[in-house]
């Protein structure tokens, strides 16, 4: 799938779309889902024009790799959830019921959650 430069976060990359940010470096940003699943639900996203898990382990530079898993970790500790836990879910393709065709990864944590998949 090639990837579409007009996707929401791509918008909210250029700064056509604010959102709340968590965090932000030279690889990745992070920022409140307006959606939420969960009391604290936050969306990573590389800067690079990824579709996926698949799109980015293959073509993404091994800086942009190491970058973008650091700073998935560095949002997590920035919002002190190290010692409760939380869940990262990064959906690919539409049987994951991916939205947004640009790799994310969910941070989703602020209470106990419930099993991974539902029947």
Do not use: W
């Amino acid at each position: 799938m090639a990837y579409d430069q007009n996707n929401v976060f791509a918008m909210i990359l250029r700064g056509e779309i604010p959102c709340e940010k968590v965090y932000e470096d030279e690889f990745a940003l992070s920022f409140n889902d307006i959606n939420a699943q969960a009391p604290i639900h936050v969306l990573v996203i590389p800067k690079g024009e990824y579709v996926s898990m698949a799109d980015f382990s293959v073509a993404a530079s091994p800086e942009e790799i190491t970058g973008f898993f650091r700073a998935v970790g560095e949002t997590a500790r920035s919002l002190g959830l190290e010692k409760d836990g939380y869940r990262l879910i990064a959906n690919t393709g539409s049987n994951a019921h991916q939205e947004v065709p640009h790799l994310h990864f969910h941070i989703l944590s602020g209470r106990k959650l419930g099993p991974m998949l539902s029947r």
